[in-house]
């Protein structure tokens, strides 16, 4: 019998894409797979109308906004409860292909050492694009993160599509909750190869992402809470896994990169984000 893993995906107020990601797993050629999905607090009617239109499907209903890790983790205790032999974090913004998780299993399977697995990110609206192979490049020390856009071994795997074993999770532990959203999949997977574990991206499990990498791209002007969740991320991944050190050279890359967008306004909000991260 195929493995058993359990789908995790997180909802907050996005009900319409969650429906059409649940949808698209409907397609699924894997036999053996169970979905939650953890809602984060919406202020509209999300949970009615998906479990109006899954009535099978479990919704569990968080009573905050805790973020990513927080609302995922949720949906990991669950689905460890019940014995599953992976756990398959997908966003809500997604549709999958056919044969996006028998790859994903195929691969995690293929060599023990293998803790986390993700898959090929390709643009929703362009999906001969790739968004990210994976995941992406780090430097470690500012909290430097850049897609990886061709075959390749990324640093990190994404959190958009990433497949843990059962074995990871109670060796490496849940997601780091301090992060409310940005580079909680970064910190992980640091985590998981520290523990000796490699991550793997299988090229034949094709993922398509509305979550485009516009949110990173310099054309774009960010919303100021983005911005803000974003800087106190880096702020709080740098204290975690770099020094002072790498704090202020990101202060100053991140001053010289406004300053090239004509993005002046926003560069104390960057400021106080990273170092309100990096303090607390």
């Not at 809602?39 to 968080?62: H, L």
């Not at 574990?197 to 034949?204: E, F, H, N, P």
């Not at 306004?265 to 303090?279: E, F, K, N, Q």
């Amino acid at each position: 019998m195929e493995p058993r893993v359990g789908i995790v995906i997180l909802n907050w107020n996005g009900w319409q894409d969650t429906v059409e990601c649940l949808s698209s797993l409907q397609g699924l050629a894997y036999p053996n797979f169970e979905v939650i999905v953890v809602d984060n607090a919406s202020t509209n009617d999300s949970v009615g109308q998906i479990r109006q239109r899954f009535p099978a499907v479990r919704v569990i209903e968080s009573p905050e906004n805790g973020g990513f890790s927080k609302g995922n983790n949720l949906g990991i205790r669950a689905f460890m409860a019940a014995g599953v032999d992976y756990v398959w974090l997908l966003n809500n913004d997604t549709t999958v292909s056919t044969l996006a998780l028998t790859e994903l299993v195929r691969l995690a399977q293929s060599d023990r050492r293998l803790g986390v697995v993700g898959s090929v990110l390709y643009e929703y609206d362009q999906p001969g694009v790739v968004q990210a192979w994976g995941g992406g490049s780090l430097n470690k020390l500012f909290g430097l993160t850049k897609d990886l856009k061709y075959p390749g071994i990324p640093s990190y795997i994404t959190g958009a599509s990433m497949l843990i074993s059962r074995k990871t999770l109670l060796e490496v532990g849940l997601l780091e909750e301090g992060y409310f959203f940005y580079m909680e999949d970064v910190d992980f997977c640091l985590r998981v190869i520290d523990k000796e574990y490699l991550i793997g991206v299988s090229s034949r499990s094709r993922i398509y992402h509305k979550g485009s990498s516009s949110v990173n791209n310099t054309k774009t002007m960010k919303s100021v809470k983005s911005d803000l969740l974003f800087s106190e991320s880096v702020g709080k991944y740098i204290k975690r896994n770099s020094s002072l050190v790498g704090l202020l050279g990101r202060i100053f890359i991140m001053i010289s990169s406004r300053l090239r967008r004509g993005e002046a306004g926003r560069i104390p909000v960057v400021v106080s984000g990273v170092v309100r991260g990096y303090l607390r």
